[in-house]
């Protein structure tokens, strides 16, 4: 609780809360709605976005590895930060595709860099404690992520401006990434 970079941490945290669940709450309803696909295409769409997001962990995770988690969760926001505005700005269906394909690779890439990050920011024993503690900042997000969209949807008419908010809550999570500490050598 009194570490800085876990505080930083969990700032990051809450964008990524905020602004995934917003496209995973709204997506099917917004190609069914706004986007003219059927239920069934769009209900298929969001399986293979399902099946591909099952290894963006572990492909961001290595990434990493190799990046540095802060450059490492900065790509992976600003992937997700492109995937939301296509698919709030560019409403064809080849956008809404190259939208789907992009979250698809990213869906899980800040979880699996944060775990990471905890364990080289802070001592063994404290981080998985840590994470636990960032836990709440992604609930706090994903509370807060659909309650402001459909706020924002209901004053608009419109789904389009509520990825464009989550690709903002993106952007935000790739600048906090990029101002992390490096961590110390142990």
């Known amino acids: 609780f009194k570490s800085p970079p876990v505080w930083h941490l969990a700032g990051i945290y809450v964008t990524f809360g905020f602004s995934y669940v917003i496209y995973a709450t709204f997506f099917v309803r917004y190609l069914t709605a706004e986007g003219v696909f059927s239920i069934e295409r769009a209900g298929s769409l969001w399986s293979a976005v399902g099946t591909v997001s099952i290894v963006s962990g572990l492909i961001w995770g290595t990434l990493s590895d190799r990046l540095g988690r802060r450059n490492g969760l900065a790509l992976v926001f600003t992937v997700q930060m492109a995937s939301y505005a296509l698919f709030g700005l560019w409403r064809e269906p080849g956008g809404r595709s190259l939208s789907a394909a992009l979250f698809a690779v990213t869906a899980w890439g800040s979880p699996a860099i944060m775990v990471s990050a905890v364990s080289e920011l802070l001592e063994p024993r404290l981080a998985s404690a840590a994470y636990g503690f960032l836990s709440l900042f992604i609930g706090i997000g994903q509370v807060a992520g659909p309650f402001v969209a459909g706020r924002l949807t209901a004053h608009t008419h419109s789904y389009a401006q509520a990825f464009v908010l989550a ?11 990029l101002a992390l500490p490096q961590p110390s050598r142990r």
């Open 167 to 177: 690709a903002v809550a993106a952007l935000a999570g790739a600048v906090g990434s």
